[in-house]
Structure formats: C-alpha cells, structure tokens
C-alpha cells in the first residue's frame, strides 16, 4: 500500500533547464511534506519541506508546490546543475509519527 | 564530523551468521531510527526509539533487535541472517519527529 507514490522512476534534464520532479500521496491525513536527496553510497540528506497550510515553499533554486486537493506535490530545481544530479525521494507523515517515503525518482542532468 | 555516522559501511556475511550495525549521532537528538532500503528501493521504517525507549516497531523479524545503550546510540543486531536480509540499513535520527537526519547507510550482503 504507497501512501507516497513517485511514478517516475527516472528524469533526464539539460543543465540550465528547470527540473520537475512530482510526488502523489493518498493519505489525506498528511501535514507535513518533505524532499530528500540522495547521491549513490550515501544517506539522503535534508532539502526542503513544506506544511500543509502552505501551498508554496521556496530555498534559493528549488521550490516546492503542494497541491492539496489534487495530493499532489512537487520540486522545481531551476536552472538545474549537474551536481543536481541524484536520486530525490518524497516523504510526508500525518502528525507525530514517522516519515513516509516514495521509491524515488533519479535525476540526471546533462551538462 | 559526522552528524550521523554507522559502521560498517559494507558487510558481506554468510548466512546463519549474527551481525551488528552501530549507530551514534552527535546532534543532541532525542529519536532515532532504523530504515531499511530493500532491492525496490522503498525506504521503509523498522525501529524508532525516543530517548532510549522503543516507541515503533514496525513488522520486522524477531531476528533482528535493536538496542539503545543512550540516546545517542543505536545499534542493530541480527541473528541467523538470511538471503533477504541484503538491503541497505540507514539510521537516523531527529528532534521529537522534525526533520531527520540520515547516516550514510550499510550496504549488506548475505551470501
């Protein structure tokens, strides 16, 4: 049962261009959303998260949209760089408790 | 300086073998966690502990116990490994359930 689905598995963007990575969720109970990053043979790290009362989050090059009615969430990453290039994972949880996390999506950015 | 560190890094070992991973985190956070990241790339939850208390314990194999000897540590012992037991096991840890931070994972291999 995903509560967090990532449906894309993959991303090839050139660099400079804006990438666009998407998230879906079907826990309605969800309030808080969050977006990892992660490079190979290391532990993802912290980006950008965002609150259920706000439908825009931004930090420098990346932005996140949350879509409330739709479940929908997304990362924006403009312009992209190839050290950008990683496996990005979604996360939310409802409340107190841990962390629901898609499978991830990889980005490759293509200098 | 690592904020969250685990060793090993890599294990290779035989099945019916028992195993540790160790965990410490030096950020003063009161939860820690153990993720498993299995072939499907799913980052799951099996172990939460809050100031050195099990407070989650997902569906996971008796075989596998955590323990907290202080709440900067969490250690991950398994008994009599099997084939399905290869993942890659990432702690973690946070304040109360806000952001968390992940160690750089332990790739292991059941042979």
């Known amino acids: 049962d995903q509560q967090v689905k990532q449906n894309s598995p993959s991303l090839s963007v050139q660099e400079g261009r804006i990438s666009i990575l998407n998230c879906d969720y079907t826990n309605s109970m969800f309030d808080y959303f969050l977006w990892y990053k992660k490079y190979p043979a290391e532990g993802p790290t912290f980006l950008i998260s965002?609150?259920?009362?706000?439908d825009k989050n931004e930090d420098g090059r990346f932005t996140v949209f949350l879509n409330k009615s739709a479940k929908h969430l997304s990362l924006h990453i403009v312009p992209s760089q190839p050290g950008d290039s990683a496996v990005y994972f979604c996360?939310?949880?409802?409340?107190?408790?841990?962390?629901?996390f898609g499978k991830g999506t990889r980005l490759s950015v293509i200098a | 300086d690592t904020a969250v560190s685990q060793t090993p890094k890599y294990l290779v070992t035989q099945m019916g073998n028992d195993k540790s991973i160790k965990c410490e985190q030096n950020l003063g956070h009161d939860t820690m966690y153990w993720y498993k990241q299995d072939s499907k790339k799913f980052l799951k939850i099996m172990f939460s502990?809050?100031?050195?208390?099990?407070?989650i314990n997902e569906t996971v194999p008796n075989r596998f116990s955590p323990k907290s000897p202080d709440k900067a540590h969490l250690n991950l012992h398994i008994n009599s490994l099997e084939l399905g037991d290869s993942a890659v096991y990432f702690c973690?840890?946070?304040?109360?359930?806000?952001?968390?931070?992940f160690g750089e994972g332990s790739w292991l291999t059941v042979v």
């Open positions: 996360a939310a949880r409802p409340g107190n408790t841990p962390l629901v």
């Open positions: 965002i609150s259920s009362i706000k």
């Open positions: 502990y809050n100031n050195k208390e099990l407070i």
């Open positions: 973690a840890s946070s304040q109360g359930w806000d952001t968390i931070y």
